[in-house]
């Protein structure tokens, strides 16, 4: 089988200029100690610094010869709940296209679809190790490439303590559910993007950029803001309540 990126790069590329001549400004490869020579890039190898100023090199041979035959292709580790995996660990996205085994493809599809499982497995991308999930997506087997534990960094928000009453888990509830919906992908567009090839266009034709309007906010958005301000609501004393409650005190009193 072989690996198809599944997702484009969409980004607008611009390149560095010289504000003063608009000529490219371009990086050179040098070497440190040969006065600024520039280094072609057949000449350049890689080299582990194990000591100061001391390498040892390795070429691209020396890397294909540490991979073994099960580094050439993908090994299957094992088989887990598609919901045992953190979206912390995934990372891109491929396609799988299958080369001569498509029996095999279509019936490893159809188990795992059945079984709900995602099948773990690993395999040398380039230079380096990778960890795989295969998954069934849309009638056909996606993998995602995924990172190592050893790569995820321990989150430096602190836990959070404060409590919440009933009545203002509720109110969250509440507004999570006025706001659900089914997710749509194509709902969802790149607006600065479009906004950005948009003005090169303008450019081109000698307008000045003109500031972007404020689209209308999404409700979504302002969740947090929503809430707090219910929230106050929620806790906000009633002035009319405790008028009448003061008032029956008095004519007790009385």
């Known amino acids: ?36 020579r520039e280094v072609r890039r057949a000449d350049i190898v890689k080299g582990y610094e194990y000591e100061d100023d001391k390498y ?5 041979k020396d890397f294909e010869k540490l991979k073994t035959k099960k580094d050439k292709n993908i090994m299957i580790e094992k088989f887990v709940d598609i919901g045992e995996i953190a ?8 396609y799988v296209n299958p080369t001569g085994a498509e029996n095999a493809y279509a019936l490893l599809l159809k188990a795992m679809e059945t079984e709900g499982k995602a099948d773990i497995a690993k395999t040398a991308l380039g230079n380096k190790e990778t960890l ?16 190592f534990a050893d790569k995820i960094q321990a989150s430096p ?10 009545s203002e888990l509720k ?16 709902e969802y567009k790149n607006e600065y993007r479009e906004r950005v090839k948009a003005t090169i266009e303008e450019k081109i034709a000698g307008k000045e950029i003109v500031r972007a309007k404020e689209s209308v906010p999404n409700t979504a958005a302002n969740l947090m803001e929503a809430l707090q301000a219910s929230l106050k609501g929620l806790n906000k004393p009633d002035r009319k309540a405790s008028r009448k409650i003061t008032s029956v005190k008095k004519a007790k009193q009385a």
């Open 157 to 166: 928000i602190k836990e959070i303590k404060a409590k919440s009453s009933e």
């Open 1 to 36: 089988m072989t690996l198809h990126a599944a997702v484009k790069a969409q980004d607008v590329g611009f390149n560095m200029l010289d504000k003063k001549t608009m000529s490219r400004v371009k990086y050179k490869k040098t070497c440190e100690e040969c006065n600024g």
């Open 132 to 147: 795989l999930v295969l998954r069934a997506h849309n009638d056909q087997i996606l993998v995602n490439t995924l990172f």
């Open 56 to 60: 040892i090199v390795f070429a691209d």
């Open 87 to 94: 979206l912390i660990y995934y990372d891109r996205p491929y």
């Open 171 to 186: 109110l969250a509830e509440s507004i999570i559910e006025g706001m659900s919906g089914e997710f749509r992908a194509e």
